[in-house]
């Protein structure tokens, strides 16, 4: 019997890098997405930003699950909003590029697991709005951009049913909280799994047959000291087996 292990697929950022001669860009994640994947018995696959579709559906056709990671705000122009006071950096090339990763995971029936800006990308292609900040959002009174160790849950979420995350988790659950975009309307084919007590939503997954399991906290920075959210990031892996 071979045990092969499945290959995971890591969007990338666009980071800028210096040295002491000159600036370039880099594409890069940070550490923990790798480390949390290969721990939980996956092999870590980078893939670098592009805005070449051959390329981005080759990446898609050639692992067994995409990761869509963190990262900066997405511009709110995706989902026919100007911006707002409150709205953030966004990059135009990385926006296209997590979208379409989305667009070829669905069409290759990869499983995809996406993390914070993540949960946000597949939101918007599947035609959702999200809030511009959290602030935006009535009755938001927790705060969702913690102080501190970001490897420490700061706040609760309640877990529907009939979920992904449920099936691991249980009702409810403690997380970190990373993030100042939120979902707004949700996009079709997706079901809310978790809310915060202040009607934040922290996870979605899809209603059809299509492998989504979206978070909008951070399980790479949790799962090498939480026993549970290692068991979330345990069942992503094997699921792409
Ligand atoms: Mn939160």
Redesign the pocket.
């Known amino acids: 019997m071979s045990s092969k292990k499945p290959i995971i697929g890591i969007s990338s950022d666009v980071l800028e890098g210096k040295n002491t001669i000159y600036s370039y860009r880099v594409y890069g994640v940070k550490d923990m997405y790798v480390d949390s994947i290969n721990a939980s018995g996956g092999v870590s696959f980078v893939l670098p930003v592009t805005n070449d579709d051959d390329i981005i559906r080759a990446y898609v056709n050639h692992v067994d699950g995409v990761v869509l990671t963190g990262g900066k705000d997405i511009n709110p122009l995706r989902w026919d909003e100007e911006p707002r006071e409150e709205i953030g950096e966004s990059n135009n090339l990385r926006d296209s590029f997590d979208l379409k990763l989305v667009e070829y995971a669905i069409e290759y029936k990869k499983p995809i697991l996406g993390i914070c800006r993540g949960l946000q990308v597949i939101n918007i292609f599947l035609g959702g709005t999200l809030y511009q900040d959290v602030s935006y959002s009535k009755g938001q009174y927790i705060k969702?951009a913690q102080k501190g160790d970001t490897h420490v849950g700061t706040?609760h979420i309640m877990i529907e049913e009939n979920s992904i995350l449920h099936s691991v988790l249980g009702p409810e659950y403690i997380v970190n909280?990373l993030?100042h975009l939120s979902i707004k309307d949700l996009g079709k084919n997706l079901k809310v799994t978790a809310m915060?007590n202040d009607g934040?939503v922290?996870a979605i997954e899809s209603t059809n047959d299509n492998y989504i399991l979206a978070l909008?906290?951070h399980p790479e920075a949790m799962s090498a000291s939480d026993e549970g959210i290692k068991r979330l990031l345990d069942q992503f892996v094997s699921d792409c087996v």
Do not use: C, D, L, N
């Open positions: 969702h706040h909280s993030h915060s934040i922290e909008q906290f």
